[in-house]
């Protein structure tokens, strides 16, 4: 058995938060995917997985690791082996990086704390990560690019710099996010 489990930590439930929830639900399956520390918004989740009111802290998870970026191990599929809970923050990516995993999720818990490669990755894209390596696939056999650019009208483009999977030759990018990011307004 293993889940998935993001800790949100956005100070709401924010439609960027939503529209990754839910690509990351389609990839590694509802019953497979917990939400925790929903204050607000519970609804808006109820059908991408278990979602739960109290923080992982207040939870105790035997067979339990965190997914940080500044954690000094690399996920193996053989140390992964090792869990059945995998811990991510539900934080939208920041540049330069705040390590608010760090801050808010492994030094909180005492969990072993694993890297998924030294580059920040959305949460979507971290779970998805994460599910491959769990299946058995090394991060060294995945490919991946360093940046997402989106034209948001003609001739102004948003480049979010952080690194996404690609298969079978495409950027692998939640449904959805490229035409909510379009619709927002150059400085948001
Ligand atoms: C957008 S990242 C947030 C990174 C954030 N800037 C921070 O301060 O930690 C959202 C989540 O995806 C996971 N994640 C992203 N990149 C990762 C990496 N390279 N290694 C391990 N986990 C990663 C972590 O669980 C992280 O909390």
Not at 5 to 30: A, Q
Not at 57 to 68: E, G, M, R, W
Not at 133 to 155: H, M, R, W
Not at 167 to 177: D, M, R, T, Y
Request: aromatic residues 10%.
């Amino acid at each position: 058995m293993t889940k998935f489990v993001v800790e949100h930590l956005e100070p709401s439930m924010y439609k960027w938060c939503i529209i990754e929830y839910t690509h990351m639900s389609k990839r590694v399956g509802k019953a497979n995917l917990m939400f925790t520390n929903v204050t607000a918004g519970a609804a808006k989740l109820k059908s991408l997985g278990d979602v739960r009111k109290d923080s992982i802290k207040d939870i105790p998870l035997k067979k339990a690791c965190v997914l940080d970026p500044s954690a000094k191990k690399l996920l193996t599929p053989k140390e992964a082996k090792k869990f059945d809970y995998f811990i991510f923050g539900g934080i939208l990516g920041d540049n330069p990086q705040r390590f608010r995993t760090k801050k808010l999720i492994t030094s909180k818990l005492k969990l072993p704390a694993y890297n998924l490669g030294d580059k920040q990755m959305s949460t979507d894209t971290a779970v998805i990560v994460c599910k491959k390596i769990v299946d058995g696939t090394p991060l060294g056999k995945l490919k991946f690019a360093e940046e997402y650019e989106i034209e948001e009208e003609p001739g102004f483009y948003r480049i979010l710099p952080y690194r996404y999977l690609v298969e079978k030759g495409k950027i692998v990018f939640a449904p959805n996010l490229k035409d909510f990011l379009s619709k927002l307004k150059p400085s948001v």
